[in-house]
């Protein structure tokens, strides 16, 4: 018997799983129970994940228009080529119009010539395309939705590091199951300590909750996330859209 002033917990939310996930239907927006650890696997409690942005139905052509949108955006478009008014070169006329029995031409800077023009060549653009707020905010609920199913989505109580050795960050990793590529995502600013461990390690990138997108998610196979960064994307997603 435990002490009256005692919470029992279920043994059930006591399993080494990241997010319990009963066995039931994916995208019912219910809320899901999460644990909470550190990078010392430190229990820290547990966290209510709101169900209509980590559990919402998975679909692929959302995700797709989001990173076809994001890829677009932050194309250069510095490609440029040369006009026939720009490229170097006489304006005088080649030879005379007729007699010569060759084709007439009034300059060598025509594109049939070497050194000549570009005829219809591309120029510096923006390849961005407009794409709804309201689906932009529907990719990133189904992006964090495709990792919390599968398991790979883990809420840290704090990234605190000790220092800002890498080796320290490297054990931390390889405690994690199945994890190649990982994203850190904290609630404000990134810790100097964190930047610095994790700057010389390609398959670690760390960001903040503001910077937090579609792609980053699947370009990683492994998420996780502070309890002030999840506060603050939740209340990014209830926050009404301004028209």
Same mark, same amino acid.
């Given at each position: ?58 679909? %692929? ?39 010569? !029995?060759?084709?007439?031409? !009034? ?13 219809? !060549? ?7 395309? %407009? ?19 599968? !398991? ?27 994890? %190649? ?63």
């Amino acid at each position: 018997m435990a002490p009256a002033n005692e919470v029992l917990i279920p043994p059930e939310l006591l399993s080494s799983k990241t997010v319990w996930t009963p066995d039931r239907e994916l995208g019912q927006y219910e809320d899901l129970v999460a644990r909470v650890t550190n990078f010392h696997n430190e229990d820290k409690g547990f966290m209510v994940l709101d169900g209509d942005v980590f559990d919402v139905p998975i679909r %692929k052509d959302i995700v797709h228009r989001v990173v076809r949108w994001q890829l677009a955006k932050r194309q250069q478009g510095t490609h440029s080529t040369k006009t026939i008014s720009e490229v170097s070169g006489t304006g005088r006329k080649p030879y005379k119009q007729k007699g010569t !029995g060759r084709a007439r031409h !009034g300059t060598l800077r025509g594109c049939q010539f070497r050194g000549g023009a570009t005829m219809h !060549g591309p120029k510096p653009r923006s390849h961005a395309f %407009k794409l709804q707020k309201k689906v932009r905010r529907l990719g990133l609920k189904i992006a964090l939705s495709a990792r919390t199913a599968e !398991g790979k989505l883990c809420i840290f109580e704090d990234l605190e590091v000790p220092s800002h050795k890498t080796k320290n960050i490297v054990q931390y990793i390889k405690q994690m199951d199945d994890t %190649k590529k990982i994203l850190l995502v904290d609630g404000g600013d990134i810790d100097k300590k964190l930047k610095l461990a994790t700057q010389n390690l390609h398959y670690v990138n760390v960001i903040p909750s503001i910077g937090l997108n579609v792609y980053s998610i699947l370009q990683h196979d492994t998420l996780v996330m502070t309890r002030d960064a999840i506060n603050r994307i939740v209340e990014r997603m209830h926050t009404p859209i301004s028209r």
